[in-house]
């Protein structure tokens, strides 16, 4: 787990395409890797990915053919710079908030532009994550905990201070940007719980407006 608090940027140094999946070296920066053992987890980009080995100056990590598949890990290239975090310990002051490291899908930059000191964005969330992301809600991008400021259907905004945008690569997005999105683990779990005996079926639909209706949660 991890609370999306930046501890450093880092860099793509290397990319092994390992038939179907992917291992990547990182450079780590300024994390301090010292605590850090063969299979602890780093989040990268908002990515939970495991330590496989540690060269010195950063780790190796396998990415398999699913994280590939819902994550912008296949666009990554060598020279890219990337958010990292490790995992939260009991000690760590939850500064963000709960963020498992598991993209929930790509997201993209709409537009950018300046409110005084800090710099204003709207990002575009695949359809299907829309209804998990609310005003004054948080949303993980690229690893990093935000706060909702604006929400219009599948597209939020987000106000961005200056020092985040120093210490994370958050400073780079313009528009056409892709980013991972991860949605608050809370709302997740809340929409499994009201479905009731529903979740034990087979069903893709998850929660629907009709569904609401039905049992009270929402007026037509």
């Given at each position: 787990?991890?609370?999306?608090?930046?501890?450093?940027?880092?860099e793509?140094?290397?990319?092994?395409?390992?038939?179907?999946?992917?291992?990547?070296?990182?450079?780590?920066?300024?994390?301090?890797?010292?605590?850090?053992?063969?299979?602890?987890?780093?989040?990268?980009?908002?990515?939970?990915?495991?330590?496989?080995?540690?060269?010195?100056?950063?780790y190796?990590?396998?990415?398999?053919?699913?994280?590939?598949?819902?994550?912008?890990?296949?666009?990554?290239?060598?020279?890219?710079?990337?958010?990292?975090?490790?995992?939260?310990?009991?000690?760590?002051?939850?500064?963000?908030?709960?963020?498992?490291?598991?993209?929930?899908?790509?997201?993209?930059?709409?537009?950018?532009?300046?409110?005084?000191?800090?710099?204003?964005?709207?990002?575009?969330?695949?359809?299907?994550?829309?209804?998990?992301?609310a005003?004054?809600?948080?949303i993980?991008?690229?690893?990093?905990?935000?706060?909702?400021?604006?929400?219009?259907?599948?597209?939020?905004?987000?106000?961005?201070?200056?020092?985040?945008?120093?210490?994370?690569?958050?400073?780079?997005?313009?528009?056409?940007?892709?980013?991972?999105?991860?949605?608050?683990?809370?709302?997740?779990?809340?929409?499994?719980?009201?479905?009731g005996?529903?979740?034990?079926?087979?069903?893709?639909?998850?929660?629907?407006?009709?569904?609401?209706?039905q049992?009270?949660?929402?007026k037509?």
């Amino acid at each position: 787990m991890f609370t999306g608090i930046i501890e450093a940027v880092g860099e793509i140094a290397e990319l092994q395409p390992q038939g179907g999946d992917l291992r990547v070296r990182v450079r780590s920066g300024k994390l301090d890797l010292t605590d850090v053992g063969l299979g602890d987890s780093i989040a990268t980009n908002g990515v939970c990915l495991t330590v496989v080995d540690l060269p010195g100056d950063g780790y190796w990590a396998d990415v398999s053919a699913e994280t590939l598949d819902v994550t912008s890990v296949s666009s990554w290239k060598k020279g890219d710079r990337a958010n990292l975090e490790k995992a939260l310990t009991p000690q760590t002051r939850l500064g963000g908030h709960i963020v498992s490291g598991h993209v929930d899908g790509i997201g993209e930059v709409v537009w950018r532009k300046s409110e005084a000191r800090a710099e204003r964005f709207r990002l575009r969330a695949p359809e299907n994550l829309a209804r998990y992301i609310a005003h004054k809600g948080s949303i993980t991008v690229d690893g990093t905990s935000l706060t909702v400021n604006a929400v219009d259907g599948a597209e939020f905004e987000l106000t961005i201070v200056p020092h985040t945008l120093q210490e994370t690569i958050m400073g780079s997005y313009s528009a056409g940007t892709r980013v991972n999105l991860e949605v608050d683990l809370i709302a997740r779990y809340l929409e499994r719980l009201l479905l009731g005996d529903k979740a034990a079926k087979s069903s893709d639909e998850g929660m629907t407006l009709e569904f609401l209706a039905q049992h009270g949660f929402y007026k037509r």
